[in-house]
T-cell receptor, first 115, second 111 residues
């Protein structure tokens, strides 16, 4: 597709379960970002990938969170042993490059609800 | 990144131009002005960006003052679907990778 695609769009799961969220960036975009947004709040940076460089994981809130990007394209964000405070909208964005004026383009996110 | 100031809310009549202001008085020479918007239940949407010159694309126009201390996003013919929170961001080329949104302007387009 033309834009960033995220799946699933909604995910409801029980506390303690693991979840996987998927992001398909725009074709050719080398940079990929994960953010989360709680209700009525701003963006919280989680992790970013740029080409073959080591990812910047500085925003991951705990070791229950991990992400990978295979083949420089699709990315998966995994949350293990989910907690209720993990409930949020998880947003993925991609851009052509990190430096320069290239804007980030966002998907519509995965709305995660932990019961 | 330079701090930006936006009015918390604005109304606009459908079909009229919506002019959204942003102050960024501490902007540096290598910092760009970006505009995004977020419609309820959707991800942020990139609108336009510029450095010094005015810019126009299919969505909007960006007018940057000569001293670059403020800018205006113009939606030439607002529709109900333009109702959203609009964010003005100032970022340097090669700056911190992650985006940080302020509180933005809630634009409500009225029928």
């Amino acid at each position: 597709g033309a834009g960033v695609s995220q799946s699933p769009s909604n995910k409801v799961t029980e506390k303690g379960k693991d979840v996987e969220l998927r992001c398909d960036p725009i074709s050719g975009h080398t940079a990929l970002y994960w953010y989360r947004q709680s209700l009525g709040q701003g963006l919280e940076f989680l992790i970013y990938f740029q080409g073959n460089s080591a990812p910047d994981k500085s925003g991951l809130p705990s070791d229950r969170f991990s992400a990978e990007r295979t083949g420089g394209s699709v990315s998966t964000l995994t949350i293990q042993r989910t907690q209720q405070e993990d409930s949020a909208v998880y947003l993925c964005a991609s851009s052509l490059e990190v430096q320069g004026a290239m804007p980030q383009h966002f998907g519509d996110g995965t709305r995660l609800s932990i019961l | 990144d330079a701090k930006t100031t936006q009015p918390p809310s604005m109304d606009c009549a459908e079909g009229r131009a919506a002019n959204l202001p942003c102050n960024h008085s501490t902007i540096s020479g290598n910092e760009y002005v970006y505009w995004y918007r977020q419609i309820h239940s959707q991800g942020p949407q990139y609108i336009i960006h510029g450095l010094k010159n005015n810019e126009t694309n299919e969505m909007a126009s960006l007018i940057i003052t000569e001293d670059r201390k403020s800018s205006t996003l113009i939606l030439p013919h607002a529709t109900l679907r333009d109702t959203a929170v609009y964010y003005c961001i100032v970022r340097a080329s090669g700056s911190a990778r992650q985006l940080t949104f302020g509180s933005g302007t809630q634009l409500t387009v009225l029928p």
